[in-house]
């Protein structure tokens, strides 16, 4: 990939990610789709893999509790702190423990999370 190909890729992805909406939901996606990841490597007795998705799911969880806004958004971003907190937690007994169902508990709360963004905000 050329240099200019490769900058006018990267532009098209900052325009389509203009609204911090569209970038919660992309970061909840994210997030589920390693989630995922992460549960198939702990199936496979993939450590490597497991360590790597687990990390790459908190890191977004973690990024999301670093974006909340107290001020504006009052009870929601304390709950919502909670919540990803949470989540937190459970990746890591599903890290420590190599247990599939901490994972299922975090991809549950990610589609929750994904629904109730998108009726939030009306994006799909």
């Known amino acids: 990939m050329t240099y200019n190909k490769a900058l006018e890729s990267y532009n098209q992805m900052n325009l389509s990610v203009e609204k911090p909406e569209k970038l919660i939901l992309m970061l909840y996606e994210g997030a589920l789709r390693f ?28 990024e999301l509790i ?19 907190t949470h989540q937190l937690k459970l990746l890591t007994k599903a890290n420590a423990e190599n247990k599939e169902e901490y994972i299922d508990d975090v991809i549950r ?3 929750g999370l994904i629904e109730a963004w998108k009726e939030e905000t009306g994006l799909n």
């Open 66 to 84: 670093n974006c909340l806004d107290y001020e504006k958004g009052g009870q929601v971003a304390y709950y919502l702190n909670g919540l990803y």
């Open 109 to 111: 709360v990610l589609k």
């Open 35 to 62: 989630a995922h990841f992460a549960k198939k490597a702990i199936r496979e007795g993939d450590i490597e893999k497991k360590v790597h998705y687990i990390v790459k799911v908190a890191n977004i969880f973690i």
